[in-house]
């Protein structure tokens, strides 16, 4: 039997519902974190944003030009130079929103740690599954006669995760503690 020379077409009807589901299911998961965060998280994550937009960089332009100048300029300052009342508050707020950014960013931390968990399970799921779809099309192979290609059994170990994670670990331990180039190491045999 000849085998077709033009793969058949595949339904294009369940691409678009796969991936559509798959946006929607994102999606949840980020309203539901969302939903879940504290209102105290909300009111930093507020406080951050603006403070990153070029509306308080011009809002901040336009106080600190309009303290020196009211400042200098006025026969009656309140703060004169070197302006010890104005580098108090400016200090103070950079204090507060030092404090809201470092806890938006903690949060922040805490979605992109459980996003690389849903990542690493789901990519160890599709590790798995590929290992069995390769053992199964090895197994087609070998009934049918077909030469396996070489380095299949290789791949179809099972994955060690400690070992990998300890290699992995190792690896970058070197590269951290190694005074030299990974260049280097490489042609001086380190």
């Known amino acids: 039997m000849k085998p077709p020379s ?29 939903r879940a965060r504290s209102s ?64 938006s960013q903690n949060r922040m931390t805490q979605d992109s740690d459980q996003r690389a968990q849903l990542d690493l399970q789901v990519n160890l799921l599709a590790e798995q599954e590929m290992t069995l779809v390769l053992r199964m099309l090895r197994d087609l192979c070998e009934r049918s006669e077909v030469p396996v290609p070489d380095g299949l059994d290789d791949v179809l170990r099972d994955v060690d995760i400690e070992q990998v994670a300890a290699t992995v670990a190792e690896e970058l331990s070197d590269e951290m503690t190694s005074p030299q180039p990974p260049e280097a190491r490489e042609t001086s045999g380190v």
């Open 6 to 34: 033009v793969l058949p077409d595949a339904p294009q009807a369940s691409t678009p519902d796969v991936v559509a589901r798959n946006i929607r299911a994102v999606a949840e998961l980020t309203r539901r974190n969302a």
């Open 40 to 103: 105290a998280a909300q009111f930093c994550d507020r406080i951050t944003y603006s403070a990153g937009t070029t509306w308080s960089l011009i809002l901040h332009g336009t106080w600190f030009s309009s303290w020196v100048a009211v400042n200098t300029l006025s026969p009656w300052p309140f703060d004169p130079f070197p302006f010890s009342l104005l580098t108090s508050l400016v200090s103070l707020e950079a204090i507060f929103l030092t404090l809201f950014v470092l806890s």
